[in-house]
């Protein structure tokens, strides 16, 4: 990505990424964490959990510890029969950066125990790719996708 | 191979592209005999919903036969000739345990998108752009169904690939809105919208024993079809106060089920029709609700109003007050096909469901953009148009 056209869809790129941070987060304070409203550190500070569906979820969590020895891991059982309730957070204020891999160690965690494989897309046919702006603002979003959300 | 692709807002384009591989050890390859236009695609090539990158595999109503098989599918065998539901589904979650499998927590690997526009992700549909996943659709010569031992279903021998085709998305589509709106045997049922979709869902409604259907539209060859296909009551709502037609017809009741099958580009007198208007750009304020609005006023106390029509974002003028003093049910969802299927399929192999009279067109992949084209202006009596890869 060198002359000045591949710049622009990379900016284009970054924005896509940032635009959907900012669609949940719409308090810029907020921005790459999950609440609107919430001061950055109280956000960041949240547990992030998913439901797994399994009553025997045990860990090693190889996706979880890959994080590092700042990340906090518990498990409780889920009322009314839906598994078990995994939730992590690291200590202190992680960054942004940080909460995105967390919360797509946990979905990886959680297909892991479910299914047993982690769902890939890519590669996969597809056509000409325009070089415009909307698409390669699309294509920033879509590959931080894994790493957004409300969770 | 061939696939028919999106190549930006009302551009539709058949290209060379890449064949599909096997990704994850329960996915299958198959060789698709037969795919299908469908009204949501309509909202994806309008750009209505503005997760589309150029280039994307269109299609979400197939058949085909299986020729590759990942090391992990386990029922599936390569020679099978399935049909799978558009929604793509683990099968393993507590959402598959309960059998919304459209709301699968794992079929979507692009989960930020949907859960920052709505608050949860549901799962993900074949080529249904990067919100719904970022899978290739069925639009080409061979495509990869992951998941497949959940997704891809064995078709009987006595029921031919022309009917079958719609167990993928508007049969089971039309079953969701019909069961989960609740038909009780002895009810009275309406139906907005006669594409393939409300169609279908009016037949279910039937099969599920409800003694009154009656489906509004305004096209006089798909409200033909209704009468002679489905055995249900057509109202042309172009000539008739569809509201004020229902209280009469149910003795000043209203019907019990009302299940709207229109979506997000719904006409209405005083505005442009829905497809002389494609807007070029999604606002999110654009999805237009007159059909919900309609069901909402014409349900009757206590009733059970379900919105099987594509929306993405708010609407306005939702009738709240309508629905919270009436007592009524508001539901929706995107098809639960997985659960569906074999039913349908038993239906469709002891002939109480027919499905071929959709099929209005059929013509080669090669000639998609045409297809399409006939589809969305209606063109010639088009109900669907089913593209042949192998043709
Ligand atoms: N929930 C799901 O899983 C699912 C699956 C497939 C399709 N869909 C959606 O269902 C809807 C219908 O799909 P289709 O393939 O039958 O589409 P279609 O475009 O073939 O048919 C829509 C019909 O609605 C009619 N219509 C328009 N405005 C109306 C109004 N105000 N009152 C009554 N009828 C009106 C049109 O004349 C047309 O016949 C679409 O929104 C589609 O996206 C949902
Ligand atoms: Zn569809
Ligand atoms: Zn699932």
Redesign the pocket.
């Given at each position: 990505m060198t002359g000045p056209l591949q710049q622009v869809l990379g900016k284009a790129a970054e924005f896509g990424g940032t635009a959907l941070a900012k669609l949940q987060h719409t308090h810029v304070p907020g921005v790459g964490q999950a609440s609107t409203t919430e001061p950055r550190e109280v956000a960041a500070a949240r547990w992030r959990a998913v439901t797994v569906f399994r009553d025997d979820l045990a860990g090693p969590f190889p996706e979880l510890e890959a994080l590092g020895p700042d990340l906090e891991v518990r498990m409780q059982p889920a009322p009314g029969d839906r598994g078990t309730e995994l939730s992590a957070r690291f200590h202190g204020t992680p960054t942004d950066e940080q909460v995105g891999e967390l919360r797509a160690a946990l979905r990886r965690t959680k297909q892991l125990a479910e299914v047993g494989e982690v769902l890939r897309v890519d590669p996969q046919p597809h056509g000409t790719r325009k070089a415009t702006l909307q698409g390669a603002a699309l294509e920033g979003a879509a590959a931080r996708a894994p790493k957004e959300g409300v969770l | 191979m061939k696939a028919a692709i999106w190549a930006g807002v009302n551009e539709v384009a058949v290209e060379e592209v890449d064949e599909p591989q096997l990704l994850n050890d329960h996915d299958v390859i198959l060789k698709i005999s037969k795919t299908v236009t469908?009204?949501?695609d309509?909202?994806l090539i309008g750009g209505y919903i503005p997760a589309m990158r150029a280039g994307d595999v269109l299609g979400h109503e197939f058949t085909g036969t299986v020729v590759e098989r990942g090391k992990a599918v386990t029922k599936v065998q390569v020679g099978d000739r399935v049909v799978v539901p558009?929604?793509i589904a683990c099968g393993h979650c507590w959402y598959c345990s309960q059998e919304l499998y459209?709301l699968c927590d794992n079929g979507n690997p692009n989960p930020g998108i949907t859960e920052g526009l709505w608050g949860q992700s549901p799962g993900g549909c074949f080529g249904y752009s990067h919100a719904m996943g970022g899978f290739a659709g069925s639009h080409a010569e061979y495509m990869r169904v992951p998941y497949a031992d959940v997704g891809c279903f064995v078709v009987p021998d006595a029921v031919s690939d022309t009917r079958a085709l719609f167990a993928s998305?508007?049969v089971?589509?039309g079953w969701?809105?019909a069961h989960l709106g609740g038909t009780k045997p002895g009810d009275v049922v309406a139906v907005?919208?006669?594409?393939?979709?409300?169609?279908m869902a009016a037949r279910a409604a039937i099969l599920l024993g409800a003694e009154q259907v009656v489906v509004?539209?305004?096209?006089p060859e798909?409200l033909a079809q209704v009468r002679q296909h489905i055995g249900a009551e057509a109202v042309d709502?172009s000539t008739t106060d569809?509201v004020a037609e229902l209280r009469e017809r149910t003795g000043g009741r209203g019907p019990d089920v009302c299940i709207e099958?229109?979506?997000?580009?719904?006409?209405?007198t005083g505005i442009q029709g829905?497809f002389d208007q494609v807007k070029q750009q999604l606002r999110l304020q654009t999805d237009r609700p007159?059909?919900v609005r309609?069901a909402i006023r014409a349900c009757r106390k206590g009733g059970s109003v379900f919105v099987?029509?594509?929306f993405a974002g708010p609407v306005d003028k939702f009738p709240l007050g309508a629905a919270m003093n009436k007592g009524l049910t508001v539901r929706?969802?995107?098809?639960h096909g997985q659960r569906y299927v074999p039913e349908i399929l038993a239906h469709m192999e002891s002939g109480a469901l027919t499905t071929e009279h959709l099929a209005t067109h059929t013509m080669p992949l090669s000639q998609a953009a045409e297809g399409y084209r006939i589809?969305k202006e209606?063109e010639d009596g088009c109900?669907?148009t089913v593209f042949e890869p192998g043709g």
């Open positions: - | 469908c009204g949501s309509l909202h558009s929604f459209s998305d508007s089971t589509t969701t809105g907005w919208g006669a594409g393939a979709v409300g169609q509004i539209d305004r096209l798909r709502y569809v099958a229109v979506g997000m580009e719904a006409h209405s829905a007159s059909a309609e099987l029509g594509v929706g969802a995107q098809q589809f209606k109900v669907r």
